[in-house]
């Protein structure tokens, strides 16, 4: 079945700020048509909204077959809508006063359904609002850019990110790639993935700062581009970051894309690592994002 909806579907494809994207993916809205996922990424007033409105949708519903009845509920003023419905919402919440009561078979038929709908509901409920709570959001954060500069005398990518919580992310492990438009000998174009190798793409601690470098060589897809050529192919930088976050011993994933526009050539980055007179090292994020031609 989804496959014959991707058939029938032209997906758009944009740009926001240089970063090739689907149009109107990524984003809540985007799941109107899928519940589950729908009331696991709307924000938490639309989540708290839309249980609001169901909830009070469904005692209207029982209110309505309450009063088909006009015997049903004991101690209920005959044709009272709000009195049959707050007869559902005790109901439906297991309160249960006393003052109404069921006293037909039609009443307690009803009564029965209302409260395995409420068992069902509140289960629902409770197991999105948990899952909701426990998702393991990533704060961490990427460099405004990327830099191409000789580092040791090779040209060299490097950009920075930064763990936010200032806690222990364990075992963290980064993957770069570099998305470009191909187009093949006969003349199908393609978007094409290509890995690039870092010096460094594991750290059994990732606390505060750190610059991923990847060293541009004869292997290296990067290898002769220059910023006309990166323009040209569309070319992005995706970084894609996984690791255990040791607070909530939850694995943890972080992505960012750097647009060919926010590659930087002949630039550095500004040192934010300095010796204080007292001895200690300090790290500086005012200057994280900061950049100086090299």
């Known amino acids: 079945m989804g496959i014959k909806k991707l058939q029938n579907k032209l997906i758009k494809l944009e740009q926001r700020d240089g970063v090739l994207q689907v149009a109107g993916g990524n984003s ?17 007033l639309g989540f708290l909204s839309i249980v609001i409105i169901f909830d009070v949708f ?10 088909i009845d006009p015997q049903a509920i004991g101690g ?3 044709g009272s809508f709000l009195e049959a419905f707050f007869f559902s919402v005790q109901t439906l919440a297991s309160i249960g006063y ?8 039609y009443a307690n038929l009803l009564v029965t359904l209302e409260s395995i709908t409420s068992l069902m509901l509140f289960a629902v409920i409770t197991g999105i609002a948990f899952t909701r709570f426990a998702k393991s959001a990533a704060k961490v954060m990427f460099s405004h850019v990327a830099t191409i500069h000789n580092y040791n005398g090779v040209p060299t990518l490097m950009f920075r990110t930064a763990n936010e919580r200032r806690n222990n992310i364990l075992e963290a492990r980064l993957k770069v790639y570099l998305m470009l438009d191909e187009v093949s000998s006969e003349g199908q174009m393609m978007r094409r993935l290509h890995e690039l ?4 793409d594991h750290s059994p601690v990732f606390l505060l700062s750190w610059t991923v470098i990847h060293t541009i060589n004869e292997n290296s897809p990067l290898y002769n581009m220059d910023r006309e050529i990166l323009e040209r192919l569309n070319a992005q930088i995706l970084v894609s970051l996984t690791g255990v976050d040791e607070t909530i011993e939850g694995t943890i994933h972080a992505r960012h894309i750097y647009a060919s526009h926010k590659i930087l050539f002949n630039y550095c980055f500004v040192d934010i690592i300095h010796l204080g007179n007292d001895g200690y090292r300090y790290l500086d994020f005012q200057h994280f994002h900061d950049v100086i031609p090299n």
């Not at 006393?98 to 078979?105: A, I």
């Not at 190798?197 to 460094?200: C, D, H, I, N, S």
């Open 76 to 78: 209920m003023k005959e």
């Open 58 to 67: 469904l005692n209207g519903v029982f209110a309505v077959l309450y009063l």
């Open 98 to 105: 006393g003052v109404m009561h069921p006293q037909t078979l």
């Open 197 to 200: 190798k870092l010096l460094r």
């Open 28 to 44: 809540w809205q985007s799941y109107l048509r899928d519940p589950y996922h729908l009331l696991l990424t709307v924000p938490w």
